[in-house]
């Protein structure tokens, strides 16, 4: 039976403290490379770099399916020196510059500590307080000593934390997909063939899904991620009873817009799951965007699903916080879902 304990957490603070901005994966492939080489009867590393897996089924001919979690996470990009440790970037992925100032980033192969400055307050006009900074005007500082190179990529400093029963970290969307398809790999149900694509590039446009779509041809498509959850309360104190997902009711599965395969058909993912305790509403624009290895294959029907975290939409908040249990229930409710 599949369960998370003590050793899966520590994979998936492993996979959280490591550096994998969009187009340099690399620290997150090694560690994938690591853990799946054991149990699986292919691996190969595309052109692209993401890490494709496949586990053989019985039977004459098993369905195919892949389960897709993407390896990288928004970041930022070293793209000019000015001297004295100040570095220009350009951010990768979906970034919200508001909530940029003052937060401490790591920069390059060795996690070089930096922050991300301004004018502190007593210096700045009463226009300039109005209005955000522009990514362009602000720098990366790394102190006079701090060497970059341009091309160097870069990420919030956040370390992975328990708190009571939740997880907090950065780059939670997607590594929690990772450490879930690792842990189906060593639960792989026999009638099936289970595709596994550990992809790159997914926050500037799905680009390693559609790969792994491709090259793998699947029966069913599933994409392993995470939600936003909009369970916070509204302006006036309120329940927000307009949520998709809340902490601490597990997982959700979307409909997407394929529905033509019977394990998809309305009410089905529910009575298969036995779990579906979310809010059924439809699935949202960015929902849509994360089918892309389904569509990218011929036919396939695609399912994003998810786990709810508070702040992934707002990618650039450095804390993403997941209910730990919900990661059991999703991994369960998935190995249940592709049996
Ligand atoms: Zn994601």
Do not use: W
Not at 151 to 169: C, H, L, Y
Not at 300 to 319: E, I, K, Q, S, V
């Amino acid at each position: 039976m599949l369960s998370i304990g003590q050793a899966q957490i520590k994979l998936l603070e492993k996979l959280c403290n490591a550096m994998a901005v969009s187009g340099d994966e690399g620290e997150v492939r090694r560690i994938v490379l690591e853990e799946v080489k054991p149990h699986a009867d292919e691996v190969k590393v595309d052109a692209l770099g993401s890490v494709l897996v496949r586990k053989r089924g019985t039977g004459k001919k098993p369905l195919r399916v892949l389960l897709d979690a993407h390896m990288d996470e928004v970041g930022f990009m070293i793209v000019r020196d000015d001297g004295d440790g100040f570095y220009q970037f350009a951010t990768v992925g979906g970034i919200d510059a508001r909530h940029l100032v003052g937060k401490q980033v790591i920069v390059g192969k060795d996690h070089t500590i930096g922050v991300i400055g301004a004018k502190p307050i007593h210096l700045t006009t009463p226009d300039e307080r109005k209005h955000t900074i522009d990514v362009e005007a602000m720098r990366i500082d790394l102190g006079p000593e701090g060497k970059a190179k341009v091309g160097d990529r870069a990420t919030f400093a956040t370390k992975f934390k328990r708190v009571g029963p939740s997880v907090m970290s950065k780059s939670i969307d997607d590594r929690i997909g990772v450490a879930i398809l690792i842990e189906l790999l060593k639960h792989t149900p026999k009638n099936i063939e289970l595709c596994l694509s550990f992809s790159v590039q997914e926050e500037i446009g799905l680009r390693g899904a559609a790969v792994a779509g491709h090259y793998f041809n699947p029966d069913l498509a599933i994409a392993v991620d995470s939600t936003p959850a909009r369970d916070l309360p509204d302006y006036e104190g309120r329940e927000n009873y307009t949520y998709n997902t809340k902490l601490g009711l597990g997982s959700r599965h979307l409909h997407s817009a394929c529905t033509h395969h019977q394990r998809y058909a309305a009410g089905e993912i529910p009575r298969r799951n036995r779990c579906q305790k979310q809010n059924p509403i439809p699935v949202p624009p960015a929902g849509r965007r994360r089918d892309g290895c389904g569509r990218a294959s011929t036919g396939a029907c695609r399912c994003p699903g998810g786990l709810g975290l508070r702040a992934a939409p707002l990618h650039p908040f450095p804390h993403q916080r997941c209910a730990g249990g919900g990661l059991e229930e999703y991994s369960q409710s998935l190995a249940r879902h592709i049996a």
